[in-house]
């Protein structure tokens, strides 16, 4: 028996020497990225304002919406809705959205040429509170790159940078008049930084190969945590040396957290790779417009004269007619939440009303009834198929803070898939498809590798230190592992 543990024990010693050389190199680049993450999320550049700027409601905004289309003849959009702008309240015009949106003064109806790039601009320095600080440039962007990777969703957006020490950008999706990203040449430079080490993006063109690779070094780490286990229950305590004592002792603490790391590691990487992806983002039918009467009736503005408004849409309504979305806003404009409350989520709007654009009166739909109907425009399902209809106010491991939109409904259908959809009320806009093979996944991300079951407790900050404290400790014991290696191996050499 005792000859037999021995035997084990040497075995486990040479496996773990060997594997040291894969998973430990592996671990270098997972965990000196993984330390990038937090520390961007602490130490970058911050927004000064978080809800959109609003603006002041007036009788002639709804009137001028149908006499500016058929002036125009625009006969269908993908979204019609009069929003704030630096010159005031603007009619906006999404027919496109690939092109720069539309846009159409609300006085004298008529259009005003490149005015996207001028909504873009100003919503930036709403964003930056630089009002004053001069614009280096103005960017049209379609694609993602390493300012702005895929996580952050929308396109297209404008890039704006300013005349800084630091080269700040912001990223602005006019459709909503959002601020989508931001950042500055620090934060650019460990973006990438985190993508070439954590992610090999910079193998994106040879995904088999990229993937293939990964998958070596990550089941590296597997082999070098499965011998260190063995390691841990099979060797005797005896005198060691200071380097041999810290990398057992540190073995300890670690190896549960690893293999968290690295088993949903492995995971995200093959689903992602191989997996069928239900997710995307999809507007809502287009607004059909040709030959459509509009109720001359506007009584209904009497007493909503002055009341403030983030957006009034032109949406497509249950029973065929158009109606008006008045957006009511949830905070004040250029008000700032912490960092805290930023990734938990906090909704920019109230319930919203619906007046008839045919009859001029209020409507008793609502923004649940109306994320059912959009819910029907994007997948095809029986009413009676539908398990729950919820409205979601906070981020969580379903909806994550990578699609930056409050409230959205969250409609379950009961389906092969296990489908659930996360329609925006503001733009009947498909936010996310989650299916069960998605969702099992986002639940090994988010509690195994992003360790959000300690969010709860201790809140999002502590979370990140104490997920740095132990990547600190996988780093320790890393290097002090490869300087016993080397050691070893100039040993073995002479």
């Not at 625009?74 to 906006?92: D, F, H, R, T, Y």
């Not at 959205?97 to 873009?120: C, G, H, M, V």
């Not at 190896?255 to 995200?268: A, V």
């Not at 007619?321 to 906090?346: C, E, F, H, T, V």
Request: hydrophobic residues 45%; aromatic residues 14%; charged residues 20%.
């Amino acid at each position: 028996m005792v000859a037999f543990r021995k035997q084990v024990l040497l075995s486990n010693i040479k496996w773990h020497r060997w594997f040291a050389w894969i998973g430990g190199f592996a671990l270098l680049c997972f965990a000196l990225s993984g330390l990038l993450h937090p520390l961007m999320s602490w130490t970058g550049p911050k927004a000064k304002s978080f809800f959109p700027p609003q603006a002041i409601m007036k009788v002639e905004y709804a009137a001028a919406i149908p006499e500016i289309l058929q002036k125009h003849k625009i006969n269908q959009a993908i979204m019609i809705k009069v929003v704030p702008s630096e010159n005031g309240a603007v009619l906006q015009v999404t027919d496109d959205n690939t092109k720069p949106r539309r846009y159409f003064d609300l006085d004298s109806y008529n259009e005003l040429k490149d005015y996207d790039k001028i909504q873009a601009v100003w919503l930036a320095r709403y964003y930056s509170g630089l009002k004053d600080t001069k614009i280096l440039n103005v960017k049209f962007q379609t694609e993602f790159n390493s300012a702005y990777p895929w996580v952050n969703r929308l396109l297209p957006v404008y890039e704006i940078s300013f005349v800084s020490d630091d080269n700040l950008k912001l990223f602005i999706y006019t459709e909503l008049g959002a601020l989508t990203a931001i950042t500055n040449d620090y934060k650019t430079s460990l973006q990438t930084i985190f993508r070439a080490l954590h992610t090999w993006n910079f193998l994106d063109d040879f995904d088999y190969a990229r993937v293939l690779l990964m998958l070596i070094l990550l089941i590296g780490i597997f082999a070098l945590l499965i011998t260190a286990i063995n390691l841990i229950f099979l060797m005797k305590s005896r005198r060691l040396t200071i380097k041999r004592k810290i990398h057992r002792v540190l073995s300890y603490f670690i190896w549960i957290p690893l293999l968290m790391f690295s088993i949903s590691g492995t995971y995200h990487l093959l689903h992602f790779a191989y997996g069928d992806n239900h997710r995307g983002l999809k507007h809502a039918n287009p607004v059909e417009l040709k030959d459509y009467k509009f109720a001359d009736n506007l009584d209904w503005l009497d007493k909503l004269q002055a009341v403030k408004f983030n957006a009034i849409s032109l949406v497509n309504g249950p029973d065929g007619n158009l109606l008006y979305r008045l957006s009511i806003p949830k905070g004040r404009p250029g008000q700032a939440i912490s960092r805290q409350i930023r990734y938990d989520g906090m909704p920019i709007e109230k319930p919203a009303l619906y007046f008839d654009t045919k009859t001029g009166i209020e409507s008793d739909v609502t923004d649940k009834e109306m994320a059912v109907l959009y819910a029907k425009m994007h997948q095809d399902f029986k009413l009676e198929n539908i398990e729950d209809v919820s409205l979601i106010t906070r981020f969580g491991p379903n909806y994550d803070f990578r699609n930056k939109r409050l409230p959205v409904w969250r409609i379950d259908i009961a389906s092969d898939l296990g489908d659930k959809l996360f329609i925006d009320p503001a733009t009947g806009m498909l936010v996310d498809r989650l299916v069960d093979s998605n969702r099992y996944e986002g639940y090994s991300f988010s509690f195994l590798h992003k360790w959000n079951f300690l969010t709860p407790f201790v809140g999002r900050s502590y979370r990140d230190i104490i997920i740095v404290f132990f990547i600190s400790l996988v780093l320790i014991s890393t290097i002090s592992g490869f300087l016993m290696l080397i050691r070893k191996t100039k040993f073995k050499a002479k």
